[in-house]
T-cell receptor, first 118, second 118 residues
Framework: AQKVTQAQTEISVVEKEDVTLDCVYETRDTTYYLFWYKQPPSGELVFLIRRNSFDEQNEISGRYSWNFQKSTSSFNFTITASQVVDSAVYFCALSPSYSGAGSYQLTFGKGTKLSVIP | EPEVTQTPSHQVTQMGQEVILRCVPISNHLYFYWYRQILGQKVEFLVSFYNNEISEKSEIFDDQFSVERPDGSNFTLKIRSTKLEDSAMYFC????????????????FGNGTRLTVT
């Protein structure tokens, strides 16, 4: 069984502060994918990143960075110099990669609601 | 960029009524999915569909639910006799084989249909 834990239910930061959203996962699969999605108040799921389990390189994309640590089963997400537009619910998700080439079955965490205060 | 489109964006139905949620996946995708999100909660996998049959389903996907690909472009989710607890946002998704990249996911979500059962 797979499980994703996002222990932080809500976080509030003041604009321009850095913020890290935690994600811890459990899986028995040897290969898997990890995802982060942003859900703004309008409700759609905005894809941010997908990570293969065999690639532990950290990623940086603009103000966003991700720290993948297999040893601690964590895939944390940091927003640098937060902006009001970053206010949203952020979901971490996990999918086995054995399900078939091109097939995904995502298990989502409960999400972290980020509020960035001007 | 091609999109997964869902119609309608919001549907209201009475308890006990049948409802069909419609989705048009991306045209060259081979895998199709339904997920749901009860208000304020996490996104949950319902079912995946490949080669005109269900490939995986969760325990939520009971006999009240069915999926169909009636033609070459649509993918539908039917709820036979809706209950109050079926009220949720339903997301359709589709994916294709291929590795993708960290920032170019082969899995695409639609914007969702908000179902309200009264």
């Amino acid at each position: 069984a797979q499980k994703v834990t996002q222990a932080q239910t809500e976080i509030s930061v003041v604009e321009k502060e850095d913020v890290t959203l935690d994600c811890v996962y459990e899986t028995r699969d040897t290969t898997y994918y990890l995802f982060w999605y942003k859900q703004p108040p309008s409700g759609e799921l905005v894809f941010l990143i997908r990570r293969n389990s065999f690639d532990e390189q950290n990623e940086i994309s603009g103000r966003y960075s991700w720290n993948f640590q297999k040893s601690t089963s964590s895939f944390n997400f940091t927003i640098t110099a937060s902006q009001v537009v970053d206010s949203a619910v952020y979901f971490c998700a996990l999918s086995p990669s054995y399900s078939g080439a091109g097939s995904y079955q995502l298990t989502f965490g409960k999400g972290t609601k980020l509020s960035v205060i001007p | 960029e091609p999109e997964v489109t869902q119609t309608p964006s919001h549907q209201v139905t009475q308890m006990g009524q049948e409802v069909i949620l419609r989705c048009v996946p991306i045209s060259n995708h081979l895998y199709f999915y339904w997920y749901r999100q009860i208000l304020g909660q996490k996104v949950e996998f319902l079912v995946s569909f490949y080669n005109n049959e269900i490939s995986e389903k969760s325990e939520i996907f009971d006999d009240q639910f069915s999926v169909e690909r009636p033609d070459g472009s649509n993918f539908t989710l039917k709820i036979r006799s809706t209950k109050l607890e079926d009220s949720a946002m339903y997301f359709c998704a589709s994916s294709q084989p291929g590795q993708g990249t960290s920032y170019n996911s082969p899995l695409h979500f639609g914007n969702g249909t908000r179902l309200t059962v009264t």
